[in-house]
């Protein structure tokens, strides 16, 4: 029997293969101008987690520095060969925290967001589903996450502190 928890996925080619293990932290659908400008399209639809929960299962995938809003950039691992983002680090939480492209699982259909954010730069002509969580620009995390979640958080902490107060080394 397989673990329901586990997800697999990887960029079309194939080259690039991944597994979750364990439920993300979050899902976020972020309709931000960054957002829509990365990926071509009306939101990015990220499932975080913790990066020791990220496994590469084939060839690694490149990380590529981009801009970011918050100037700090972001990294995001894309396959060398047809160049689809896998998934993303940002300079809150470095390498420790990675934001998997929920497009890129093998079945996308079982992470749905658990919040749409920076809805005030929401497409127009996308309407949101009548009860759907949405908050205009961020939230607070013990608002929104499941207490295990949250439980994950508090575990990851010191080692986001560690890794900022280290210089933020990426390598």
């Known amino acids: 029997m397989t673990d329901p928890t586990m ?4 960029c079309d080619c ?13 899902v ?21 987690i913790e990066r020791d929960r990220l496994e590469a299962t084939a060839e690694a995938p490149e990380i590529v520095l981009t801009p970011s809003a918050s100037g700090q950039g972001q990294r995001i691992a894309r ?12 300079a809150g939480s470095g390498p420790l925290v990675a934001f998997v492209r929920v497009g890129t699982l093998d079945d996308p259909d079982r992470l749905p967001p658990d919040i749409h954010i920076f809805t ?22 013990a608002e929104v996450w499941r207490p295990e979640s949250l439980e994950r958080r508090r575990a990851l902490k010191p080692r986001i502190d560690a890794w900022r107060a280290a210089g933020r080394p990426w390598d």
């Open 28 to 48: 976020h659908a972020c309709h931000c101008r960054w957002c829509q400008r990365e990926t071509g399209t009306a939101f990015a639809l990220n499932a975080m």
């Open 120 to 141: 005030s730069t929401k497409q127009p002509w996308l309407a949101l589903p009548e009860g759907t969580r949405a908050v205009v620009e961020y939230y607070d995390a």
């Open 79 to 90: 396959c060398p060969h047809c160049r689809i983002a896998v998934w993303s680090h940002y």
């Open 14 to 26: 194939g080259r690039v293969r991944y597994r979750l293990h364990g439920a993300p932290l979050v």
């Open 7 to 10: 997800l697999e996925g990887g």
